[in-house]
């Protein structure tokens, strides 16, 4: 896999964090810390981006 390839990957994947987050954030059940975890995988991600376009 080229470097484009898995940041264009992890972007992808990066976006589907954040619109699980943003429906969980709207719903009145939602469990705080799947959401924290949710938003560690995110920053996670994006500093693997970040690294990876360097």
């Known amino acids: ?6 940041i264009s ?3 992808k994947k990066h976006q589907s964090l954040s619109q699980q987050v943003e429906a969980a954030q709207r719903s009145p059940s939602a469990d705080d810390l799947a959401i924290a975890q949710m938003k560690k995988q995110k920053l ?7 690294r990876l376009s360097g």
Do not use: G, W
């Open 9 to 11: 990957a992890l972007r």
């Open 44 to 50: 996670a991600l994006k500093e693997q981006m970040v």
């Open 1 to 6: 896999m080229t470097t484009d390839a898995h």
